[in-house]
């Protein structure tokens, strides 16, 4: 059972550059959510999903995108790079409800220059 | 969105009980305090959560005042890799109820020969 895998685990962006952060997830979690962590800092959540279709923006959703076209799915595209988006990205998935714990991915640490 | 205080850091001895206070003074009825740790860079790792009782599991217990407004996090016979960072969490119930999990900065918990 993998559970919440990342790709990459690192990459180096120039200035105005996109990519897309892979997250996929086996266990057939309705939720899932991405989060980003700069040094020294706690995670802040940058967009989330319910389900499939459904997405809805966190505390920091400017300047990146996502989608939800699958169950196990959820990428984060970055459309035009900039160096305050140099941080470490964590996803992660839960089950629905209030009383379930989310599981998290290893992270993709992301450097812009 | 309920929010925690949480020491910055703390220190404990190798083999005694590490307990880690949180407060959450404007819980709501059904929202759950949830706690999770960091180590290094990793992503965060589950360890405990509760709603009104207190609980136990392999890697901690969690003690919940009767008024909610605050809990403490036990971990009874810390090693040297329990060194990380203690994240105490109120899962929001909010209106659509999608229970997001909100991160605070933590407590840096330092386990010393």
């Known amino acids: 059972n993998a559970g919440v895998t990342q790709t990459p685990k690192f990459r180096i962006l120039k200035i105005g550059q996109s990519m897309t952060l892979q997250c996929t997830q086996d266990?057939?979690?309705?939720?899932m959510y991405w989060y980003r962590q700069d040094p020294g800092m706690g995670l802040k959540l940058i967009y989330y999903?319910?389900?499939?279709?459904?997405?809805d923006k966190g505390e920091v959703p400017n300047g990146y995108n996502v989608s939800r076209s699958t169950t196990e799915d959820f990428p984060l595209r970055l459309e035009l790079a900039a160096p305050s988006q140099t941080s470490v990205y964590f996803c992660?998935?839960?089950?629905?409800?209030?009383?379930?714990?989310?599981?998290f991915g290893q992270g993709t640490r992301l450097t812009v220059v | 969105d309920a929010k925690t205080t949480q020491p910055p850091s703390m220190d404990c001895a190798e083999g005694r009980a590490a307990n880690l206070p949180c407060n959450h003074s404007?819980?709501?009825?059904?929202?759950?305090v949830y706690w999770y740790r960091q180590i290094h860079s990793q992503g965060p790792q589950y360890i405990i959560h509760?709603?009104?009782n207190n609980e136990t599991n392999e890697m901690a217990s969690l003690i919940i005042t009767e008024d909610r407004k605050s809990s403490t996090l036990i971990l009874p016979h810390a090693t040297l890799r329990d060194t990380a960072v203690y994240y105490c969490?109120?899962?929001?119930?909010?209106?659509?109820?999608?229970?997001?999990?909100?991160f605070g900065q933590g407590t840096t918990l330092q386990v010393k020969p």
């Open positions: 999903s319910v389900g499939a279709g459904i997405t």
């Open positions: 266990m057939n979690h309705n939720y």
């Open positions: 992660a998935s839960g089950l629905t409800g209030l009383n379930t714990e989310a599981f």
């Open positions: 404007t819980i709501s009825g059904n929202e759950y």
């Open positions: 509760g709603l009104k």
């Open positions: 969490i109120v899962r929001v119930a909010g209106s659509s109820n999608t229970g997001k999990l909100i």
